[in-house]
């Protein structure tokens, strides 16, 4: 997200590295309780299947820390980090204290508060009551009392896409044109995407006013400046046919 739009099979490369990472990490917490570090069992009223947080033994216990720290601390810190780096790289890039530069900085930070927040409330209760069914006095935490945060923690899952959806325009394109099957062309997706959008203006010489040698040498560092007290460089009319375009690269960013 902080490197150039460019269409290239590295960044697909990276996304997929990124996935499959991502899975592989799940697999190697999840996967342990069925060949004898902790165990699955019934959870809350008895409706769903988790890891056994009542159980007190050393195996357990061991288990249920290490969980907490790698799949819920250490995720937390990531996030943190990593969207940290991404208004550090948003705030180098709109130096430009304009008005919009401002609101599309603030749309971005909402959007990351969101992200915390939302991951927070949907993570952190579960993973209190779990800490406090292992470690706290027994029965503390009743079927009833741990089916709300049992419910946030699999909804996790959902809001994450619903944010992207409600808050990023390009996401609510995407997914738009998903659900009416509406075929886009490549190009136009491109330019729509991309933040950075630059356009030629092409002038004619005619209409740019004549520079002084001054301003000629302020242009053009290679060129010997002209002396001070000697006359100006005389130039003779450019014969019709001969003008050649003066193009100027402006660039602007696209909200």
């Given at each position: 997200m902080m490197r150039a739009t460019q269409v290239d099979i590295t960044s697909y490369r990276t996304v997929f590295t990124g996935i499959a990472f991502s899975w592989i990490y799940s697999l190697v917490w999840t996967v342990p309780p069925l060949f004898g570090w902790s165990?699955?069992?019934?959870?809350?009223?008895?409706?769903?299947?988790?890891?056994?947080?009542?159980?007190?033994?050393?195996?357990?216990?061991?288990?249920?820390?290490?969980?907490?720290?790698?799949?819920?601390?250490?995720?937390?810190?990531?996030?943190?980090?990593?969207?940290?780096?991404?208004?550090?790289?948003?705030?180098?890039?709109?130096?430009?204290?304009?008005?919009?530069?401002?609101?599309?900085?603030?749309?971005?930070?909402?959007?990351?508060?969101?992200?915390?927040?939302?991951?927070?409330?949907?993570?952190?209760?579960?993973?209190?009551?779990?800490?406090?069914?292992?470690?706290?006095?027994?029965?503390?935490?009743?079927?009833?009392?741990?089916?709300?945060?049992?419910?946030?923690?699999?909804?996790?899952?959902?809001?994450n896409p619903v944010i992207y959806i409600f808050m990023n325009k390009q996401f609510y394109r995407g997914f738009r044109n998903l659900l009416t099957c509406a075929s886009s062309d490549l190009g136009s997706n491109y330019q729509n995407s991309s933040k950075v959008i630059k356009s030629l203006r092409i002038f004619r010489r005619a209409d740019v006013p004549s520079a002084t040698p001054r301003q000629d040498f302020a242009c053009n560092p290679d060129r010997d400046e002209p002396k001070s007290g000697s006359e100006p460089e005389t130039r003779s009319p450019a014969a019709p046919g001969t003008v050649k375009p003066v193009v100027s690269l402006v660039v602007y960013y696209n909200a």
């Open positions: 165990s699955y069992g019934p959870e809350g009223p008895g409706t769903t299947c988790s890891v056994n947080w009542t159980t007190r033994t050393a195996n357990n216990m061991s288990y249920i820390v290490c969980l907490f720290f790698f799949c819920l601390i250490l995720p937390f810190v990531v996030i943190v980090y990593s969207y940290g780096k991404l208004l550090q790289a948003i705030k180098k890039v709109m130096r430009v204290n304009t008005a919009s530069s401002r609101k599309r900085e603030q749309r971005v930070l909402l959007l990351v508060v969101t992200m915390v927040m939302c991951y927070l409330l949907c993570w952190l209760p579960y993973g209190i009551m779990a800490l406090v069914a292992t470690f706290g006095e027994p029965g503390l935490v009743t079927p009833e009392a741990s089916i709300v945060p049992s419910l946030l923690a699999k909804m996790s899952t959902v809001i």
